[in-house]
């Protein structure tokens, strides 16, 4: 009688194996309808680790894929939530398999709250580097501490940016706000104080007192409306506004068809979107604009189309949106 191969018990060692190497399929290129799949794998491998270590066995084979597919799965959090979002999204899989709150279980079940920590890191780091290219900030420090003594004011309004960027990477409004309110007296002809306390404002659902600090921060910058518009996107962008970013975005274009700034601003902007194509093109216009005018400008465009090209998959899944683009 012929014996059925398939049909004889595999090991707890080899069901771990199997395991893993169907997780490793599975977050390579993450399906919407894989989703659940993976992270009951995850939850599964995890539990085997658990009991085969106990039994004294040498998993350390093993335990070398488990932490890369680890590292794997926390790298591409964005990817497995934009996914999720075409199907059963991750709030509706954590109450269908009754998972607790984060601090109790695996992190791979609240991956869409990590992927929300990564943008908004994203769009900080973006708009702290269109800050420094725009404002000129890193030669007019270098030319202070190399040739004038440090004017307090300025090291305060450096340190005010950075309390800001964290706050914004927390989301952290009310504090940001504190932060604004604490040394606007001491910095009163600063235009991105007002522009900063305008969008907290905004943040914190104040409209009309949104509008009453930004008409005084566009006051203060007379004649120089394109700054105004760039830094007032800048600044939503860094705090995840980006439906406010792109309006802004779309005035300072009126005002400046060409101007490479508001193009770097919408690369970050469909970056932030998903759309990694567009942001790319951007960019790469970005560098065909200021490759003369601001070589600093050029080099940061470029790198970040290498940066992209090398994570396709940071933001894979693309959201609907029109975007202003010269003729």
């Not at 597919?69 to 899989?93: D, E, M, Y």
């Not at 404002?135 to 190399?146: D, E, I, S």
């Not at 792109?246 to 005002?255: C, G, I, N, S, Y």
């Amino acid at each position: 009688m012929a014996h059925n191969i398939n049909s004889r018990a595999i090991s707890p060692a080899d069901q771990l194996r199997r395991d893993l190497e169907e997780a490793e399929k599975l977050v390579t290129r993450v399906a919407s309808a894989d989703v659940e799949t993976l992270l009951l794998t995850l939850d599964r491998i995890d539990s085997e680790f658990d009991r085969l270590t106990d039994s004294g066995m040498d998993l350390r084979p093993e335990q070398s894929r488990w932490d890369s597919l680890i590292q794997r799965v926390n790298s591409q959090a964005a990817a497995i939530t934009s996914a999720a979002a075409k199907g059963p999204r991750f709030p509706r899989l954590r109450k269908t398999h009754a998972i607790g709150p984060a601090s109790e279980v695996s992190f791979w079940w609240y991956l869409d709250q990590e992927a929300s920590r990564q943008r908004r890191r994203m769009l900080v780091r973006l708009g702290t580097i269109v800050g420094t290219v725009v404002g000129g900030v890193l030669l007019a420090y270098w030319t202070m501490q190399t040739f004038f003594p440090p004017d307090p004011l300025d090291v305060l309004y450096a340190d005010v940016m950075y309390q800001l960027d964290q706050y914004s990477m927390e989301q952290n409004w009310p504090d940001a706000l504190a932060v604004i309110d604490a040394n606007l007296d001491q910095l009163p002809a600063e235009p991105d104080m007002l522009i900063w306390r305008g969008v907290l404002e905004e943040r914190l659902d104040h409209p009309e007192i949104a509008k009453q600090n930004l008409a005084q921060a566009r006051a203060l910058l007379t004649g120089r409306e394109v700054f105004y518009w760039t830094t007032l996107a800048n600044r939503r962008l860094q705090t995840g506004d980006l439906d406010g970013a792109e309006p802004a975005l779309a005035q300072a274009l009126t005002l400046e068809p060409e101007n490479p700034q508001a193009y770097f601003l919408l690369g970050g902007l469909a970056e932030a979107r998903g759309d990694n194509n567009l942001a790319m093109e951007y960019y790469n216009h970005v560098f065909d604009l200021a490759e003369a005018s601001d070589p600093q400008l050029a080099v940061i465009a470029r790198v970040r189309v290498s940066q992209l090209m090398q994570s396709p998959n940071v933001f894979p899944t693309p959201m609907p949106t029109e975007v202003p683009v010269s003729p």
